[in-house]
């Protein structure tokens, strides 16, 4: 591992933008960049304090590349904790491509994947799970998993872990002390307020273990089924809520054989909605195949929608009965939206018919956007968000959640322990194994620290 | 011959020896014997040889942590076991009611008896010499150690060296606001030694520790305090059969301290060199003085104290729990306050002592310098506070300077073998600011390093080098495979539910509705091997096998532990991952930029073996351990 080098790349997505970011790291890249750009003002960016912005060229010799503003960040006050340059140039491939062809002729090395980032972490500017988030944080397409990528980034969910871990750290003194000073005069461990402390310490690893149920849908999107026969408008409804075409719409029943998804962020919540080829019995070998992997997508939503064409109803009525029964036969737990769609077709009194017949009926026309607007928020009432918009903690790495799961396993056993009046030694391996796992996940674990505890806290004689 | 003759008229030491112990402490007494055990010529050289093996504090052995170090010194073959058998006058296992992990053996000693066998031990011992006169420097050849020089100019020269000092390195004593310079009470200081070594490189520094007085065991009355027997059934430390049990034993006495004897003290805080700045050195937290109890801990309206007798036959009594330095007449003034202390005649005041010490970070797992070839430091010269944690350390310079000069690989024990592991480890890698004492929360892996397993841990590695006898490995051996066939009989042995049921609900433990195997009943938290001795098949089987208690004890807890133990392995074996990354030698920690500069220099300071030694220093992250395993290429 060499950090001696000074890497170089594009720090905005590839393809062309109206701005590309070109970002610089290492020891000599104000040194490299100085060569290469002819500042308005003439200045030298070497001279320069750092967190400033200057206009200038970047030239290949004689030639002018671009007019950029190129920003300074020097060690340690960056985010690699390097000398950073940071090149907003014009978003053309072609300049892009030059620009950074200019500085690999002239002394930089093309940066490896996650290399700045890896650098950053290597430079203590981040913890590992901090340097874990920023990689959510790059690939976060909501606000949801936007915020949570950030309180971890900022250290939000270390704390917490941290905070834990300081408490039961004073459980395990107590218990160390009451082993290592037998013989002395001091006040034993209460074992009541042990339980206690145990039982509050698992209450919020369950909570943190179970949001990474929430935090895995909001990284990842809720994923929604849409059920229905075909060509009742599930790609219409689709494109009324995505605003552009991307699933295959045609007047052809049958002709989204392959299930199709995509993710629409609706009030800063990612859903996951997944087209299917509907339920309908069939001979066709081609759509019973449809219809099996419909059932496999339903398995994996965490909302169904049925759609039906609420202008067929009168002659398919009892046939979206008959599937409406399976799929709530077969997902008593899964929310179910029953939507009827193209009722701009409809007059009211078939309208007033429809909804004596169906309860919980959605009306809606994807064509005309009547419904979609309520449809999203009945979406958003499925999707229990509080405990995010109260900036709690939501674990989104498995890693973490792996941590966790061990931590609340050892936890129980010390519970059982203390509940059986089990030996301070032995509750102690059980304690030890939950601190350990949370070192994991944020710090060390050294034995000083139980030392530390007691010796602050305790009067020891003999 | 005539001119061998010749020589050796001209000198007294016309040879070369292999190992030069300086110092007859615990420390030093261990080093020699186990050399010269080990087949190494040797020379014990010591100020005072009428003080061998000297206990300077407290007239006991063991405790928590400590006695299983002692126990793990005699399973290797050294003598601190066995000395602590013959002259003890009580015996305790502390923390029985705990797991046996925490089961810690302790003696009270009879003080002269103590020193007395411990000399008569090393008189019978082969390969070993003696000198009383005082070591004033090291030989210094090439880097390398290469004998000692003494007070009165005398050249001593040997291959190696091992320093067991004690607190006699410019020891300065404190009582109230006098000084004076002094190794022990009415002994002198060592001079020479510290500065030689500082010229050299060393770093050096100044640690403090104290003793209480000592007082007239007929001036007390004990019908005010209470009594402390020993065990009903007492042990003893050392795995070898040449030691019993006792028969007899001494009792101790405890009382306390009460807000008139704190205020009395108090009167004499201003003449305190603990409070008036004269002591600046760092004393054990863990072991403090009553000055700094009663400071410290204000709202504790009193304190222990253990009344100690220093022998069988004489009437001197220790105070511990009474450690001070302040002026005499207030130390006097306030115990005559206590209870039962009305009449108290004193025999000597209690006193601090300050002393050098060497950071022990400057030294290698073996405790050879990192700086000087050849010699080993063992002891308070370590930092470390304890009869016990020298003595351990005192053999294992002894077996490396023994192994060294034999040309022979070294002698490390890990983390997770031994607590003289973890301590040597905890020293040389986390250096120590106080004195160092064990404690069993040090060791990662207590449920392994226990008092009754020592023998099975430590006693093939102490034969394999040459220290512990053959005898000592076959009883190791017997003991344990009787123990595992005792096991084995639980294991295939069923009892039936008229038999067990009346013991189970005398423990209001369920009952049983069908036989079952013996291992299960005995498995349950609150059955215990009295219990299961009340069975037939039990009491004939240990009477026709003759079973002997620690392998009746040994069988107890590899039946109620095994779950525990294992568990306790399977997580040394994941956490010791580490273990197995080397950092190479002289690894130029300047280059990684990207660690705290406070880690770099701790590692440049330390220069860990591998990952996981440098995991422990302190100063040193988590973090920088990542950075650290990406440039070991992992």
């Known amino acids: 591992m060499i950090l001696q080098d000074t890497i170089v790349a594009l720090a905005t997505p590839s393809g062309a933008g109206a701005i590309a970011v070109i970002r610089l790291s290492g020891p000599d890249a104000i040194h490299f960049a100085d060569k290469q750009f002819k500042s308005v003002s003439g200045k030298l960016l070497a001279k320069q304090k750092t967190h400033t912005i200057h206009l200038g060229h970047i030239m290949d010799g004689n030639k002018t590349i671009d007019e950029v503003l190129v920003s300074v960040f020097k060690n340690p006050n960056s985010y690699t904790g390097e000398d950073v340059v940071e090149i907003s140039c014009h978003g053309s491939k072609y300049i892009q491509q030059e620009i950074i062809q200019l500085f690999l002729r002239n002394g930089c090395r093309m940066a490896t994947a996650g290399e700045f980032t890896l650098r950053a972490f290597l430079n203590g500017k981040l913890d590992l799970s901090q340097a874990e988030a920023v990689a959510d944080l790059i690939t976060s397409d909501n606000e949801a998993s936007h915020q949570i990528a950030m309180q971890q980034m900022r250290g939000g969910f270390s704390s917490e872990i941290a905070k834990l871990r300081e408490e039961l750290l004073n459980f395990a003194s107590l218990i160390e002390l009451e082993l290592d000073f037998a013989e002395e005069d001091v006040e034993f461990a209460d074992r009541t307020k042990f339980k206690d402390l145990v039982e509050r310490i698992s209450f919020v ?18 994923p929604v089924a849409i059920v229905g026969e075909p060509n009742v408008g599930k790609s219409t409804l689709l494109n009324a809520l995505l605003n552009e075409e991307r699933a295959i719409v045609s007047e052809i029943a049958g002709t ?42 339903i398995d994996q939503a965490q909302v169904v929608i049925y759609l039906f064409d609420s202008t067929q109803f009168k002659t398919l009525g009892p046939q979206f009965k008959v599937e409406l029964e399976k799929i709530k036969n077969k997902y008593p737990q899964k929310p179910l939206i029953i939507i009827a769609n193209k009722i701009d077709k409809l007059n009211e009194k078939d309208i007033s018919n429809l909804k004596s017949q169906i309860s919980n009926l959605e009306l809606l026309s994807a064509k005309t956007g009547i419904g979609v607007e309520e449809l999203k928020d009945k979406l958003l009432s499925f999707v229990n968000t509080g405990s995010l918009r109260n900036n709690d903690t939501i674990i989104t790495n498995s890693r973490h959640y792996d941590s966790l799961l061990k931590a609340l396993d050892e936890i129980q056993k010390v519970k059982h322990g203390l509940e059986s009046g089990l030996s301070g030694d032995l509750l102690a391996i059980d304690i030890r194994q939950a601190l350990y796992h949370f070192g994991e996940i944020t710090g060390e674990i050294t034995n000083d620290d139980l030392l530390g505890n007691i010796f602050a806290n305790f009067c020891i004689g003999k | 011959m005539f001119h061998v003759e010749r020589f050796n008229f001209r000198s007294m030491f016309n040879e070369i020896y292999d190992v030069i112990v300086v110092g007859a402490g615990h420390a030093g007494s261990e080093a020699a014997a186990a050399a010269a055990n080990m087949g190494s010529k040797t020379l014990l050289v010591t100020m005072n040889l009428q003080n061998i093996a000297q206990m300077s504090c407290n007239p006991a052995m063991g405790g928590i942590a400590k006695g299983q170090i002692v126990r793990e010194i005699d399973a290797l073959g050294g003598y601190s076991g066995i000395v602590s058998d013959t002259s003890a006058i009580q015996f305790k296992m502390l923390n029985k009611s705990k797991g046996p992990a925490m089961w810690s053996p302790r003696v009270q000693s009879d003080r002269m008896r103590f020193a007395e066998d411990w000399r008569l031990l090393l008189e019978k011992t082969p390969n070993l010499d003696f000198y009383q006169d005082m070591v004033s420097g090291l030989l210094i050849e090439n880097g390398r150690v290469a004998g000692v020089k003494t007070s009165l100019g005398v050249d001593i020269k040997s291959k190696s060296v091992v320093l067991t000092n004690g607190t006699f390195l410019n020891g300065l004593i404190h009582i109230g606001d006098k000084n004076f310079g002094g190794g022990r009470a009415g002994e002198k200081a060592a001079t020479g030694i510290t500065e030689q070594l500082v010229s050299l490189g060393f770093d050096a520094g100044r640690m403090k520790t104290g003793t209480p007085p000592r007082v007239d065991g007929r001036s007390l009355d004990y019908s005010k305090m209470i009594e402390q027997p020993g065990d009903d059934k007492p042990e003893k430390f050392s795995y070898l059969d040449i030691t019993k049990p006792l028969q007899v034993q001494k009792s101790c006495h405890m009382t306390y301290t009460s807000e008139l004897v704190h205020d009395l003290l108090r009167e004499g805080f201003d003449r305190s060199p603990m409070f008036n700045g004269r002591i600046k050195s760092l004393g054990p937290r863990y072991c403090p003085s009553i000055e700094d109890k009663i400071n410290r801990f204000a709202d504790k309206d009193r304190h222990q104290l253990f009344v100690e007798p220093e022998g069988w036959n004489t009437v001197e009594v220790y105070v511990n729990g009474f450690s001070t330095s302040l002026p005499e007449d207030v130390q006097f003034k306030a115990l005559r306050s206590v209870v039962g202390f009305e009449n108290v005649k004193f025999f000597r005041p209690g006193y601090a002592i300050e002393y050098d010490y060497f950071p022990p970070t400057q030294l290698k797992h073996t405790l050879e310098t990192k700086l000087v070839e050849g010699l080993y430091f063992a002891g308070q010269i370590n930092g470390t506070t304890g009869y016990e944690e020298a003595a351990s350390q005192g053999l294992m310079a002894g077996i490396n300077a023994s192994l060294k000069v034999q040309e022979k690989e070294a002698f490390v024990l890990k983390r997770d073998e031994a607590y003289i592991g973890v301590l040597i480890d905890d020293l040389i890698t986390k250096g120590t600011e106080e004195p160092y004492r064990m404690f069993t929360s040090r060791a990662e892996y207590r449920t392994l390093l226990r008092q009754d397993n020592a023998d099975l841990r430590l006693t093939p590695k102490g034969f394999e080098i040459g220290l512990a006898s053959e005898k000592r490995l076959r009883r190791m051996e017997q003991k344990h495979s009787e123990a595992e066939k005792f096991v084995e009989f639980f294991a295939t042995t069923s009892v039936k539910p008229e038999e067990a049921n009346p013991v189970l609900e005398s423990k209001e433990s369920s009952l049983i509705k069908q036989s079952d195997k013996m291992f299960k009943i005995f498995s349950r938290p609150n059955i215990t091997i009295d219990d299961m001795r009340k069975f037939d ?98």
């Open chain 2, 537 to 634: 098949a039990v009491e004939d089987y240990i009477r026709e096998n003759d079973l002997d208690d620690e392998v009746i004890e040994q069988a107890e807890i590899q039946v109620k532990y095994s779950g525990y133990i294992s568990k306790e392995k399977n997580n040394a074996d994941k956490l010791s991952r580490l273990e197995y990354v080397k950092i190479p030698d002289n690894f130029d920690y300047s280059q990684i930029k990207s660690m705290s500069f406070e880690a770099r220099e701790k590692l440049k300071k330390v220069q860990p073996v591998t990952v996981s030694q440098a995991s422990r220093i302190s100063g040193v992250s988590p973090n920088d351990i990542s950075v650290l395993l990406v440039y070991m290429g992992r």
């Open chain 1, 256 to 297: 989204t054989r392959d299930t199709v998804e995509d993710e629409i962020s609706i009030g800063g919540m990612g859903f996951r909605f997944i087209d299917t080829a509907g339920i309908r019995e069939t001979q066709d070998v081609v759509e019973s195949i449809g219809i099996k992997k419909t059932f496999e997508k």
């Open chain 1, 205 to 222: 690893l369950k909570r943190l273990i179970d949001s990474f149920a929430v935090g895995n849908v909001i990284k990842n999107g809720i």
